[in-house]
């Protein structure tokens, strides 16, 4: 007979997200809908489960992020998962006074579990591949929800074992703040290639 327990992983892309003087937010609070999904044949992941959290030290909200990996297989796995919260703004509001927004200035802000902003950061290139410059003659660049190196993930080894994966990331307090309202789930085997993606749209009230 298969045997099944569970363990706990956790990975916390700051040092700030200590669990003590955690004030804790109704997980109602954050709604999520997917709207795209790829599915896996070889493992499963659920409940994914969402919760706002105040940063202990004040400096911002945190989002948690909780998943259970399943083994549909008897072979173990090794799998890279990645966490991706973003800040996005549509490319066109219903304003017929506001310009259209750059495809490029879409994601305003992201944090991604690994936290390496680096691996999401594109350089914009003109037409004839050269990169792009702004005013002041600085590059420019976009963020994706694409890893450059799909192999950094928060790595799982799945044996016969459920695996609970907790994920944390800080929305820092600013002007004119505003929290999370995307997140992205993606999840690819040891040599990068992708197995799994789910895309999450998040309640944008506060409280």
């Not at 290639?193 to 309640?203: C, E, I, N």
Request: aromatic share 14%; hydrophobic share 40%; net charge neutral.
């Amino acid at each position: 007979m298969k045997r099944f327990f569970s363990a706990i992983i956790v990975f916390i892309p700051v040092l700030l997200f200590a669990q003590a003087g955690v004030v804790m937010n109704n997980s109602t609070d954050i709604l999520t809908v997917p709207v795209e999904t790829q599915y896996s044949d070889r493992f499963k992941i659920s409940p994914i489960y969402f919760n706002k959290r105040i940063d202990p030290v004040g400096i911002g909200e945190i989002l948690e992020v909780e998943m259970i990996f399943e083994n549909l297989t008897d072979d173990p796995m090794e799998l890279n998962v990645f966490t991706i919260a973003t800040i996005e703004v549509p490319p066109k509001s219903d304003s017929s006074f506001e310009l259209p927004v750059d495809k490029w200035d879409i994601i305003r802000f992201l944090v991604a579990s690994p936290n390496d902003v680096e691996n999401f950061k594109y350089q914009l290139k003109d037409k004839d591949g050269n990169a792009q410059k702004d005013d002041l003659g600085r590059d420019m660049y976009e963020y994706k929800k694409i890893p450059h190196d799909a192999k950094k993930g928060n790595v799982i080894k799945l044996d016969d074992n459920t695996f609970v994966l907790r994920t944390y990331h800080l929305c820092k307090y600013r002007k004119k703040y505003a929290f999370f309202n995307e997140l992205a789930i993606l999840v690819f085997n040891t040599e990068g290639q992708p197995l799994f993606a789910s895309y999450y749209k998040l309640d944008k009230k506060r409280k």
